[in-house]
């Protein structure tokens, strides 16, 4: 209809007009490709995040039409294939998980975060106790978790941490008594945050419970479990599983993520459903979610098989405490248990280097010079990186990793000791891109080979980051587009 056709421009941006062969579109996306750094280049410690490999052989079913073709609602008389998935991925999530049932429906872990809390809801809702609406959650929770418990309407109430970052069980006695009547849940998570496992965990749990509240456990770090502990095993009664971390699917970019969640016998009834399945409580508009990408975990968890799921936990805690003992001396780790080990992640404490002019930033942006990705920074402690290696990564690659840091704790130390100056020297300045060490006047009191090669090991495959050293703080506060405004693009 004349009224519906578009008289105003579109897709006006250069981009859309630059590219006007197949070769120079491959060119384009080729130009784009080379500045990330994957994993295809050198490893990703981003701790807490868990960027373990992406197997080929477990992306190749997304490119099957039996998978890739299907509409989410065609009838399920013609979607037995699928079906069979479902059925059997839910059987290995409730095993892994020591769970009776398993929803596949949330799209990310934050909105498995949210049904698992909804599911405690409608079952206190359902035995008549709709007042219980208090969510205990330390303070050393990851950010999602008291957003969830506001979406889900309920009342945060914060718990103290301890010193060795595990929950103060002092306070959360506290808690649990002056709560009892309206506790709702306890959201845990296991290892903490802090990448320990705590000693505790199970008389953190019977509190809760014994004073008639449930344990959430929030399933990100997941990755030091599976095959040698489980959610059901310390006394939780829902949990929420990253599929984008510990069992493979890619995540970053915006997803699509996946989040099930896994209940106990009491709370199956309460799982997210879906109209197609003559269930009205959906949490996602598909009833198995982001359901083409399941086919990843899937292989992932029957091409390893029970052993080699018990294996990769045990790969990804032997990474996480040779970065310790190989780092330990150069760098103070923030936490660790009783017996010296963490779990699969860790936190190296640089606040200490501040007071001689070096900060974590300044560490997180010369790892880019070395060729690798920057730890998670300043997270869950400000002031410190957070570290977990995953079991992806082989000896040779830690040893690279644990080479760079020990090169910059170097480089720290001329900073420090006033060798190299305060303001002008390769840790403020980094990452240094191509252009950056190739114009005539250099003027740095540091050479460019110790800019752009700082070990040898470099040398055989130089990552070039785009962009030089930015403000990050102020660009979190002034948010701009670099694309063209959305008044002339509509």
């Given at each position: 209809?004349?009224?519906l056709?578009?008289?105003s421009p ?5 981009v859309?007009?630059?590219h ?8 384009y996306i080729?130009?784009?490709?080379r ?6 280049t050198?490893?990703?410690?981003l701790?807490s ?6 197997a ?5 079913p ?13 009838p399920l008389d ?8 479902f ?15 398993v929803?596949l ?10 049904a698992?809390?909804l599911?405690?809801?409608a079952?206190y ?11 205990l ?7 999602t978790?008291?957003?969830s ?10 718990v103290?941490t ?6 103060d069980l002092?306070?959360l006695?506290a808690?649990?008594r002056?709560?009892?009547d309206?506790?709702?849940c ?8 802090h990448?320990v ?16 509240g ?5 399933g ?6 599976v ?7 310390i ?9 984008h971390?510990t069992f493979?699917i890619?995540?970053?970019g915006?997803g ?8 106990a ?6 799982l997210p ?10 949490v996602?508009?598909a009833?198995?979610g ?14 390893l098989?029970?052993d080699?799921l ?6 990804a805690?032997l990474g ?6 190989r780092?330990e001396?150069?760098y ?5 248990r009783?017996?010296g080990?963490?779990?699969?992640e860790?936190?190296f404490d640089?606040?200490?280097f501040r007071?001689?002019?070096v900060?974590e930033?300044?560490v997180?942006?010369r790892?880019m010079?070395?060729g690798?990705h ?5 997270f869950?402690v400000?002031?410190t990186l ?6 992806s990564?082989?000896?040779e ?6 080479d760079a840091?020990i090169q910059?704790?170097q480089e720290?130390e ?7 100056d305060?303001?002008?020297n ?11 060490i190739?114009v005539s ?7 460019r080979e ?8 470099v ?8 962009v ?6 102020y660009g ?15």
């Amino acid at each position: 209809p004349t009224a519906l056709q578009r008289t105003s421009p579109f897709m006006t941006h250069e981009v859309f007009r630059a590219h006007r062969s197949e070769t120079e579109m491959m060119r384009y996306i080729r130009r784009l490709e080379r500045k990330d750094l994957g994993l295809d280049t050198s490893m990703i410690p981003l701790g807490s995040c868990t960027m373990k490999l992406n197997a080929a052989a477990q992306m190749l079913p997304l490119t099957w039409d039996g998978f890739s073709r299907l509409h989410p609602f065609v009838p399920l008389d013609q979607a037995a294939g699928y079906l069979q998935l479902f059925e059997e991925l839910e059987r290995a999530l409730q095993t892994i998980t020591g769970m009776a049932a398993v929803s596949l429906q949330p799209n990310s872990g934050a909105q498995g975060e949210l049904a698992g809390l909804l599911a405690v809801r409608a079952y206190y809702r359902a035995t008549g106790r709709a007042v219980r609406d208090v969510v205990l959650i330390p303070a050393s929770a990851h950010g999602t978790n008291p957003a969830s418990a506001a979406m889900a309407g309920m009342r945060v109430v914060v718990v103290k941490t301890s010193g060795d970052g595990s929950i103060d069980l002092e306070d959360l006695r506290a808690r649990v008594r002056e709560h009892a009547d309206r506790l709702a849940c306890l959201m845990l998570t296991y290892p903490s945050t802090h990448g320990v496992f705590e000693d505790a965990v199970l008389e953190v749990t019977r509190l809760v419970h014994d004073h008639g509240g449930q344990v959430y456990m929030d399933g990100a770090n997941m990755n030091a479990q599976v095959g040698l502990t489980s959610p059901g095993a310390i006394g939780a009664d829902v949990c929420h599983l990253n599929l984008h971390k510990t069992f493979a699917i890619p995540h970053g970019g915006g997803g699509p993520g996946m989040g099930p969640i896994a209940v106990a016998a009491h709370l199956a009834p309460y799982l997210p459903g879906h109209p197609l399945e003559g269930r009205a409580h959906a949490v996602a508009a598909a009833p198995w979610g982001s359901a083409s990408i399941l086919t990843i975990s899937y292989g992932y968890i029957r091409l390893l098989g029970p052993d080699g799921l018990v294996d990769a936990t045990r790969h990804a805690i032997l990474g996480a405490n040779y970065v310790k003992a190989r780092l330990e001396p150069h760098y103070p780790v923030l936490y660790a248990r009783d017996n010296g080990r963490v779990a699969h992640e860790l936190i190296f404490d640089l606040r200490g280097f501040r007071s001689g002019g070096v900060e974590e930033m300044d560490v997180a942006k010369r790892l880019m010079d070395y060729g690798f990705h920057a730890p998670t920074v300043s997270f869950p402690v400000a002031g410190t990186l957070m570290v977990e290696p995953t079991e992806s990564e082989s000896k040779e690659e830690l040893d690279r990793f644990c080479d760079a840091m020990i090169q910059i704790r170097q480089e720290i130390e001329d900073v420090v000791t006033g060798r190299a100056d305060r303001a002008d020297n390769v840790l403020k300045h980094a990452p240094h891109t191509a252009e950056a060490i190739a114009v005539s006047d250099w003027g740095h009191p540091y050479s460019r080979e110790t800019a752009a090669y700082p070990l040898p090991f470099v040398r055989r495959g130089k990552f070039w980051p785009s962009v030089g050293r930015i403000d990050n703080t102020y660009g979190d506060r002034h948010l701009f587009c670099s694309c063209p405004p959305v008044d002339t693009t509509a």
